[in-house]
């Protein structure tokens, strides 16, 4: 049986120190610099033509991706 999720996408937030903007590069103990990464499903209008078929339609998807 094949699990198919949905299509997802990538996003990320980062913020910088007050150090390290004016710093770049350099170590600093007291950094407080973040990063985040999550995925979260596409909405129908970031999928592409072969993500919506696969959507719509149950047997399609499951032959080779011809690029």
Excluded at 27 to 35: H, I, K, L, N, S
Aim: proline share 7%; aromatic share 10%.
């Amino acid at each position: 049986m094949l699990i198919r999720n949905k299509p997802q996408i990538v996003e990320s937030r980062s913020t910088v120190c007050d150090f390290h903007k004016l710093h770049p590069g350099e170590q600093y103990p007291g950094c407080t610099c973040t990063a985040v990464y999550w995925t979260r499903d596409k909405t129908w209008d970031e999928m592409t033509d072969e993500e919506k078929l696969a959507e719509t339609d149950p047997w399609a998807g499951f032959a080779p991706i011809k690029r």
